[in-house]
């Protein structure tokens, strides 16, 4: 009787084994489909963008559109099971080549963003703040646009449209990518504010100027020389000239006028345009910078010398440094110099 039964145990076995297979390979299926990589061919990264506001269809047509997913279904699926879908958060992603979909979003669904690294550097316009924002950023350029051309809102920071960019110290700031224009500006105000320490304060008054038309000053000195040495002698040359009611006659501020920073030479009929910072027409300080300084003109700017100069232009040798003049006779005698190698280098 039990050698009639033992067909029966070979084939219970045999089940066991294949029930058994089965089940390994569904548990080999179902660990690749979520912990196996699903991305692209790619480098070693990619960033993946979620829009403020954005829905998990948009994220999922996204994460296909962009190349960043090989497989939609696995991946909605393993979304799903996280409960990511209800759970999605506008932001800037870094997705690393083989991550799994139960990785990715994990990612996206802890909302845990790379920072975007934004490096402002001299900006001269308005418009030039807002390109680089929102060129990097998700911050609307309208909304920044508002912003600086609010006088209500502005007054809250001491500033107005004119001296609105005197917010901007050139540096590298960290942003998330979803940043609005309102938090964007805050935080380059807040550097600012920094910036301006009680002892650089005290400086700009015993300058007899306030921190704006310091600000001011360093934006046309800024773009009068790059030589960091000469900058503070530059800006006694235009203290000078502001003590004794004299125009600045600026060349900088001509070319902010008329909007035109390639020129190279500024001859009588640009001085003549017509402008508030047009300083050849204007007495004083423009109404606002003509750039945003950079840290250490600013400080030049603060620790002006006491000097007799009135004049300068550029150097003959074409250096990049200046001559310097107490009187308008010795100025002639450099500017001719200067003037005559323009002429032979054809400009």
């Known amino acids: 009787m039990a050698k009639k039964r033992k067909p029966t145990n070979v084939w219970l076995k045999r089940s066991l084994v294949i029930a058994g297979c089965l089940a390994a390979g569904a548990l080999v299926y179902f660990s690749y489909r979520v912990f196996g990589p699903n991305t692209k061919a790619f480098g070693d990264s990619k960033y993946f963008y979620v829009r403020t506001g954005s829905t998990y269809n948009d994220v999922l047509d996204g994460l296909e559109d962009q190349g960043i997913i090989r497989n939609r279904n696995s991946f909605n699926w393993v979304a799903k099971e996280l409960g990511y879908p209800s759970r999605v958060k506008a932001g800037r992603y ?35 703040l807002i390109k680089k924002v929102s060129n990097n950023l998700e911050a609307d350029s309208n909304a920044l646009r508002a912003l600086l051309s609010d006088q209500v809102y502005l007054r809250q920071f001491s500033l107005d449209t004119n001296t609105a960019m005197c917010a901007i110290v050139p540096n590298t700031y960290e942003f998330y990518w979803n ?27 015993a300058l007899n100027l306030t921190p704006i038309q310091v600000t001011i000053l360093a934006s046309i000195v800024e773009e009068e020389s790059n030589k960091l040495d000469e900058k503070p002698i530059i800006s006694s040359v235009y203290l000078n000239r502001f003590r004794k009611g004299m125009r600045l006659q600026a060349d900088p501020t001509v070319k902010f006028a008329l909007q035109d920073f390639g020129l190279k030479r500024i001859r009588e009929g640009h001085t003549q345009f017509d402008s508030p910072y047009n300083t050849y027409r204007y007495e004083g300080f423009p109404p606002g910078p003509i750039c945003t300084p950079s840290e250490k003109t600013l400080d030049a700017v603060l620790n002006t ?41 054809g400009y």
Request: hydrophobic fraction near 35%.
């Open 94 to 128: 870094k997705i690393a080549h083989g991550m799994s979909n139960f990785d990715i979003a994990k990612l996206l669904r802890s909302g845990k963003q790379s920072p975007v690294v934004l490096v402002i550097n001299k900006l001269r316009t308005k418009q030039d």
């Open 179 to 205: 940043t609005n224009a309102e938090t964007v500006f805050k935080k380059l105000e807040k550097e600012r504010e920094e910036f301006w320490t009680s002892e650089r304060r005290e400086k700009a008054k």
């Open 305 to 345: 010398p006491e000097t007799d100069y009135l004049y300068f232009c550029a150097r003959s040798d074409f250096s990049g440094y200046h001559a310097f003049a107490a009187t308008y006779a010795e100025h002639l005698v450099n500017a001719r110099k200067y003037q005559a190698e323009l002429n032979k280098r």
